[in-house]
């Protein structure tokens, strides 16, 4: 047993021992699917912030592609990334409840698998969030479509819930629904909408990378998309 000045002069001699069981500020995380021509740039977007503190959890949502080998790969190099993986596919919905339930930071947030934040994103963001009377804070987007990019604001993108910073402990108030496989970013903030107040930085943080040929836009998905999107504007649904 230590003596109390031996513990003093340890913790003097190797200050990183106070650190060890700190809790990050900041969860991100990233559910991914058959990404493996696209995902190492958006970790790479995340590992490199200006700031630092935060943990990266990675879902692998039952990928068949070579996802599941460079999410390996990456987990082995970093200490932030917690990995997780999904037997068989289950959606967005379900990997970003089951990702949120395995987060430990005070404040959330999404990034997509293929997109990108910019490199001062996470550092906006918190000192937008902690200024604020407010548990989610929006940033505004950048949509990369090819070799153009479209500037959006947060109302232009309002279905793209990712990049928004929350408090874990807003989310737990509204929650993803497991059961939606489409739209799930805007049936949560229909909802969120109506509880908590809603801030916006000016800033571009965001880059939404637009591909065509997703699977979410393939003619079958998009048709079920504007069944989902109806009924989220229903009036029985917005009350």
Known sequence: MFTLKELEDLLIKAPT?????????????????????????????VLNQTFDDFEYILVDDGSTDRTTDLLYRYTCLEKRIKPL?????????????????ETV???IIRIDAGDELTKDALEI???????EDTAFVK????????????KLSDLDAVEHLSGVLME???YHEVRFKAELR??????????????????????????????ENSLSHNPENQKERERVRKRLFSEDYTK
């Open 17 to 45: 021992l106070l650190t060890l069981n700190k809790r990050p500020l900041v969860s991100a995380y990233t559910c991914v699917y058959n990404a493996e021509a696209a995902i190492c740039r958006t970790i790479e977007s």
């Open 85 to 101: 993986h999904n037997i068989s596919n289950m959606g967005l919905a379900y990997s970003s409840g089951r990702a949120i339930k």
């Open 105 to 107: 930071g005070k404040y």
């Open 125 to 131: 963001l918190i000192k937008k969030i902690r200024s």
């Open 139 to 150: 940033p505004h987007y950048i949509k990369r479509e090819k070799d153009k990019d479209i």
């Open 168 to 170: 874990k402990s807003a």
């Open 182 to 211: 489409h739209l799930d970013g805007l049936d949560f903030f229909i909802r969120a909408k109506k509880y908590f107040k809603f801030e916006t930085v000016k800033d571009y943080l965001y880059i939404w990378y637009y591909d």
